[in-house]
Structures are given as C-alpha cells and as structure tokens.
C-alpha cells in the first residue's frame, strides 16, 4: 500500500480497478472504503510518478519488438529467418515508410484524443503483430509486420507519449521529465535485455558455436514470445493508470486539429533546425543496430558474446540520458546536445579508422560504451528543445509530429544503407563505411545545434 502524499486526505490506496482508485480512508478509530477518480488523486506526487513509471514502460515496451531483438540477436536473426542486411534493411525500410505517414498525422491526433485510449490500442495491436513474427514469416511477409508495428507505435502512440511527457515536466522540468523518460526507458530496455539473452543462452547448447539452426529458431522464438506478453502486459497497465487527459490541463489546451496551428508551427525556423538535429542523432541511433554484428564479424564474438555487446548499449542509456536530462536543466538543453554529438563524432570516428584490431577488447568496450554515451545523452534531451524553442505546449503535437517526419527519416534510409554498406564490402571495410556515416552525421548535427543556440540567444537579447 501507498500512502497518499500530505497535501490530500490521508487516504491509502490498495487497489486500482480501471480508472479508479480504492481508497481506505482514516479517521480515528474507523476506516472507511470509497473510490476515488484518478483526478481526484492528482495532486498526489505517488501519482504523478506512477504515471511516469507507466509512460516509460509503455514508451520502451512498444519498440522492443520491432528493434531490440535486431539489435540484440542480429546474427542469429539472419540465419534464422534466412535474410541478408540488406533485406532486414528494406523491412526497417517499410516501417519507417509507414511511420513517416504517421508522424504528420499521429501529431494532431495526439493534440485531439486522449493518451489513455491511443496508448493502450497502440500497445495491444503491436502484441498482436508481434504473434505473427513468432512464426518467423517469409521476407515479403516481414516487411508487412513492420509495416504494421509502423502504425501502431507512431501513428497511435508517438506522439500522445511525448506529449503526455512535456505535459508532464510542466515548463522548468523538461530536461529532467525527457531525461528520466528515456533514462527509464534504457533501464528497463537493458533489464529486458539481459533477461532475454539469459533466455537464450539459456536453451542454446553449452557450446553455443556448436548449436544447430533448428536450436537457434527455438531460442530466438522464445525470446519473442517472451517480449510479446510483456508488451501486452504493460498495455493493460496503462489503460489501468493513464488518465484520459494529464492533471491541471483544461479541455481548451486539447485543440482539435487545424490548418492554422500547423501553419503556426511551420514558420518557426528553430522548429526546423530541431528536425535537422533529431535526424542526425537519429542516424547515430540506428548504428548502434551494428555494434552486436561488427563484434561478430570482426572481433570473432560468437552469438552470445554479441548479444552482451548489443546489451552493453542498453546500460549506457540510462545513465546517459537522465544525466544529460538533469544537466539540460542546470544549463540548457542545446549546450548538452553539443556535448553529446562531440562524443558521438569521436566515437565513431575512432571506430571507422580500424585501429581497434581484434583482442583488443578493452579498448573496444570503452569505445563502444563512449559512443552511446553520446547517442544517448541525445535521445534524453533532444525533445527538450520545444521548451527552449518557445513552441506553445497546446501544438506541441503537432510540432512532434512535424519534427518526426524529418528527424526519423533515417527509419527508411538507414537499414537499407546500412545493409548495402555491409554486404557490399564484406567484413571489416563495410563496417568502417558505416561508421564513416555516422561520424559525418554527427558533425552536421553539431553544425545545426550550433545554429540553433545562435538563433535562441538572438532573441533573448
């Protein structure tokens, strides 16, 4: 049981069914039972963090199966669903597609209906796409799933997340409110993570480099499997928690949608030069799909030791992304952008210019960890810029959705790249290629941050 926080009734609250709260309520000698609507109970900070830890499940959830099981078990997903890089890239390829689409729209659907209702449909429909992909379907039929998890975590659910999460933060605490977002969502990313790979390890034989393909699939399917119910759980949790609109907002800051408030945004150039930052740190996100393969092919990492790698990226992310969130704060959420695309930029630099050779682990992992230390600590802090920015929170939306159409393009260009860099130019070079890629997305990122600062501090002055 909780307690209530002191600024309400001493109320203890021991069961939450749907949208209400059961309340044993104190006085003297007698206590008495009632229920309590979620908005009654806002001003309890138990409350209001309940609702972060629910958003940070629900925001990580909904992208393990899409992304984390490439990421993790990259390698043995290629064999077991018989496809080269190139052909997971063209699936990646359809996701990011759809989710383009997606973007505009999903930004005044965030502004219009509540987070509630589009979280918790988006969180089971992805379940359901995820049974599918436990049949490990043909190529062609893959790149249906993607398309369809495209819709389901974007359209419904994007946007709704990173509004509920500005909302959330209120205008002093945005580096801290998307700090512990994406820093919760990378702690419970790497528990996920380090679960499903004892899962794995745990029905490959002892020699894993001995285990035969039918092994792999029973291993890999799983973890999917394994994935699959935990999304589905954590979609009951937010229909359970999530109130239908965030406390304090009145129904007037939940416009409907209108041509002129995307007119509004559009004529903001700080709004662009966000977009053109979230790219270039996207680009840097979606490399991180090729450290668990680099170790593998390069470094001679068997199937379980390039899942470690994959799962060292997860542990970076939440130390990353809630210190760059506090120290946005402290100081501006640019200045921590800098900051991180110059660890970026050296990182992958490092790892393009081949001086890793193989056994040289050590400097491999500091590597490694160095550059997600800076893709990181960008994905804490970028979506705190709409408070520097000065974009009004009742279209923040709508600049979401604006935004996303451009920063996450790298959904539809990056795994195709990615995968002709790699199978063009086998081993070491192909991944070089890559990470040449990512370091001279870094440098245009930090160029635009760069331009971003000045702009601001222009109109301070």
């Not at 949790?237 to 609109?245: D, M, Q, R, T």
């Not at 800051?253 to 559009?266: A, I, Q, Y």
Request: hydrophobic share 55%; aromatic share 14%; proline share 5%.
């Amino acid at each position: 049981m909780w307690p209530a926080d002191p600024g309400i009734p001493k109320y203890w609250i021991y069961f939450v069914p749907c949208n209400n709260w059961i309340i044993q309520y104190e006085s003297g000698q007698t206590q008495t039972n009632t229920t309590l609507p979620m908005s009654k109970l806002a001003s309890s900070s138990i409350y209001k963090s309940l609702i972060l830890v629910v958003l940070i499940m629900a925001g990580e959830a909904i992208f393990l199966l899409p992304f984390a099981i490439p990421r993790i078990f990259r390698p043995t997903l290629l064999a077991v669903f018989d496809i080269s890089n190139f052909e997971l890239g063209m699936a990646f390829s359809a996701y990011g597609m759809v989710a383009m689409i997606s973007y505009f729209f999903g930004g005044p659907l965030a502004d219009a209906f509540s987070t509630r209702k589009l979280m918790t449909v988006a969180m089971i429909m992805t379940a359901i796409g995820g049974v599918f992909f436990a049949f490990v379907p043909a190529g062609a039929v893959l790149a249906l799933i993607y398309g369809f998890w495209g819709l389901t975590t974007i359209l419904l659910f994007w946007a709704a997340l990173i509004r509920a999460t500005r909302e959330w933060g209120g205008p002093t605490n945005q580096g801290k409110a998307y700090g512990l977002l994406d820093g919760g969502r990378g702690l419970l990313a790497a528990l996920v993570a380090t679960v499903s790979v004892a899962i794995f390890a745990s029905i490959l034989p002892a020699d894993v480099g001995a285990a035969s393909l039918p092994e792999k699939r029973e291993a890999l399917v799983k973890v999917i499997w394994f994935f699959t119910g935990f999304v589905m759980v954590v979609g009951l949790l937010v229909w359970i928690v999530i109130p239908e609109k965030q406390p304090g907002l009145k129904e007037a800051d939940r416009p409907k949608f209108s041509f002129r408030s995307v007119r509004g945004v559009v004529k903001m150039p700080a709004v662009w030069l966000q977009a053109v930052i979230i790219l270039c740190a996207y680009v840097g996100y979606k490399g991180v799909d090729d450290f668990a393969l680099y170790a593998s092919e390069v470094h001679g990492y068997d199937d379980v030791q390039s899942a470690r790698i994959g799962t060292l990226a997860f542990w970076i992310r939440p130390f990353a992304a809630m210190a760059a969130g506090f120290l946005g704060d402290r100081k501006t959420a640019s200045w921590g952008i800098v900051l991180s695309f110059t660890f970026l930029l050296l990182g992958s630099s490092m790892l393009a210019s081949g001086w890793i050779e193989a056994g040289m682990n050590a400097f491999l992992f500091l590597t490694i960890a160095g550059t997600c230390v800076g893709i990181y600590a960008l994905r804490g802090i970028y979506f705190a810029l709409f408070e520097e920015a000065k974009v009004p929170l009742a279209v923040t939306g709508t600049a979401v959705g604006l935004v996303s159409v451009i920063g996450y393009t790298p959904d539809i260009f990056m795994g195709p790249v990615m995968g002709y860099l790699l199978d063009r130019s086998p081993g070491e070079a192909g991944h070089q290629h890559v990470f040449i890629l990512l370091a001279g997305f870094a440098f245009s990122g930090l160029l635009a941050t760069l331009i971003f600062r000045r702009i601001n501090q222009r109109k301070s002055t």
